[in-house]
């Protein structure tokens, strides 16, 4: 049952129009319509391996590349997470999780700080997945990272197949970002001797 972390985001430019919402305590589910449909296989990943539910509603310039739709798909679900997350009383606060995806190993560690900073360790041997730019991989998560205060490291420590090294990062976004938000009951506050996040 919600006890109400949820975040909603309608966001509109001459680029994109997008329309967010998250439920930290969902079942992972996803539903999920946007132009761009490598990451959209991606945001049904985190959906399910988080198990938050994420609506996404998204239209954008994708006749001029993907750039603007990623990067601002990635600002809204920072901006959702933020609201979502609130007060930040009585969650774990961190999170880690190391996911395989066949020979691709990727980890993911995060802080839910309320400092925003993006350590991002990964290089693909493809410019591109499909019609997918590689780089907008980066450049979703500083867009996270940039709005939602959380501290993001992303460690790919091998691989060689593309679309299994990303597909990897993303789960184990989801599984450390789950982790770093789940309430847990030994925690009074929060998680910090300042006594704020």
Known sequence: MSNGRMGE?????????????????????????????????????FAKHSGFDLTVLAKGDTEIDDHHTAEDIGICLGQAFKQAIG??????????????????????????????????????????????????????????????????????????????MIEGIFKAFAGALSEAARLDGNIKGVLSTKGTL
Do not use: C, W
């Open 9 to 45: 985001i309608q966001r509109t430019t001459k680029e994109t129009q997008i329309s967010l919402s998250l439920n930290l305590d969902g079942e992972g589910r996803g539903d999920l319509q946007l132009p761009v449909p490598f990451l959209k296989h991606m945001l049904d990943l």
């Open 87 to 164: 007060d930040k009383k009585g969650i774990r606060r961190y999170g880690n999780r190391f996911t395989p995806m066949d020979e691709a190993l990727a980890q993911v560690t995060v802080d839910i700080s309320g400092r925003s900073f993006l350590v991002f360790n990964a290089q693909f041997p493809t410019e591109k997945v499909g019609n997918f730019d590689t780089e907008l991989v980066r450049e979703f998560f500083q867009a996270f990272a940039s709005n939602s205060g959380v501290t993001l490291h992303v460690n790919l420590h091998y691989g060689t197949n593309t679309h299994h």
